[in-house]
């Protein structure tokens, strides 16, 4: 029984809930404009986080497969390869941010936003190497635990000072805390010595992949990031709200991915992969669609009971809902392409995706609102769906 429970689908299914539950509850603790600040500054740090892994804990995801010199040799490149680049991405946003008025004030010490980046690109590659190490254990921590105490903690604290610099304060410490516990857990898998071979095999197998994490990362935060700029903070408060509460199937498709992942990768029958990820899509879409339809029907009234009837949009969240149903096709596509190892396909097909989601917000935002942000969601995503299934079978 606790082994079922320890299964990396079941930590991964309650770590995703206990993360959206954190944020769908903040709005009630924060202000509208409190909310946007802090969705801001939480978009940024995704964005950036995910870049700086550099395709590594895909490549750690790939690659290792237990304690053997070899696997050890990969995990120190992914290690060295996402430090380096993450000092490189830092080094541009903040250039950006000095050359430019592109980021609003919202009274965020820049210092604590760079560490809460660090910290959020190390915890990524420790997932990954839990899931690789197939350490149940180690995972729950990182993940399940970890999602536990954010739940708990962000929203005591939002509570009693109900201003963000005190919540992302709290969030960074965690992931002190959990990137503390996975150096002592893991050493003897990352401090293995260079090798200039692997670090090559690695930084190819991962550097495609930075423009598909730029333009994925962008689709799901770069609309706040616009919205933040070209709106105010109320209304990316509202948005980011609405946004959390249909992007809450994204942890269903994380189940399944956690579930599946690593034995399509793992497996040599063509035939058996396809169908693991048949089975994948099925089982995504199902669930995400009863959870949608229950959040569409009853949002309205429990909105209305607790007070907060002015955070509630039924046209954007019927839009942010048809966008997020249709991702899961994307996701079998983009596993599709990692299996017949053509990752080079994917930053084509998402980044045209993300050109897409930036021109439209650039055009309906104006014009729009908020309602504008979300038909960019949903058009980009179709535009990415089309293409990735029509070519992830021409080449599998």
């Known amino acids: 029984m606790l082994k079922k429970v320890m299964h990396p689908g079941v930590t991964e299914a309650f770590s995703r809930g206990c993360n959206w539950l954190s944020y769908v509850l903040l709005p009630f603790w924060l202000t509208a404009s409190e909310f946007g600040r802090f969705s801001f500054v939480l978009a940024l740090v995704l964005l950036v986080s995910a870049i700086s ?10 690659f290792v497969s237990g304690g053997d010199i070899r696997s050890r ?22 250039l950006l941010v000095e050359t430019t008025s592109i980021l609003p004030d919202y009274n965020v010490p820049w210092s604590l936003v760079l560490i809460w980046i660090g910290l959020q690109m190390l915890c990524l590659l420790i997932a990954a190497l839990s899931r690789a190490l197939n350490d149940n254990n180690a995972f729950a921590v990182v993940r399940g635990i970890y999602g536990a105490s954010k739940l708990v903690c962000l929203n005591l604290v939002a509570a009693q000072f109900a201003e963000i610099e005190s919540v992302i304060w709290t969030e ?52 706040k990031l616009m919205i933040g700029n070209m709106l105010d903070a109320t209304s990316l408060g509202l948005y980011a709200f609405l946004n959390s509460l249909a992007s809450g199937v994204f942890f269903v498709f994380a189940v399944f991915n956690i579930t599946y992942e690593t034995r399509i ?46 955070y509630f949009d039924a046209h954007v969240l019927a839009i942010l809902s048809v966008a997020y149903l249709v991702y899961p096709l994307y996701l079998q596509a983009n596993v599709r392409f990692i299996h017949a190892k053509q990752t080079r396909w994917i930053p084509l097909m998402t980044g045209l995706a993300a050109l897409v989601n930036v021109a439209a917000n650039l055009i309906l935002i104006p014009l729009m609102g908020i309602q504008g942000a979300a038909w960019s969601t949903l058009l980009s ?16």
């Open 53 to 62: 892994t550099a395709g590594q804990d895909r490549a750690i995801l790939r």
């Open 172 to 223: 960074v410490t965690l992931l002190a805390l959990v990137t503390l516990f996975a150096v002592f857990r893991f050493r003897q898998h990352i401090f293995a010595g260079p090798s200039i071979k692997v670090a090559k095999q690695s930084l190819l197998f991962g550097m495609p992949l930075v423009l598909h994490v730029l333009a994925g990362a962008s689709l799901g935060q770069l609309d």
């Open 265 to 310: 990768y793992q497996s040599k029958d063509a035939v058996a992969a396809e169908s693991m990820m048949s089975d994948m899509l099925k089982y995504s879409v199902g669930i995400a669609m009863v959870l949608l339809a229950a959040v569409n029907i009853g949002l309205s009234p429990l909105l209305i009971f607790l007070d907060k009837a002015a």
């Open 381 to 396: 995503y179709a535009v990415l769906v089309m293409f990735a299934q029509f070519t992830s079978r021409r080449i599998a």
């Open 73 to 94: 040799l990969r995990t120190t490149a992914a290690l060295f390869i996402s430090v380096l680049f993450a000092l490189f991405c830092l080094a541009c946003v903040r």
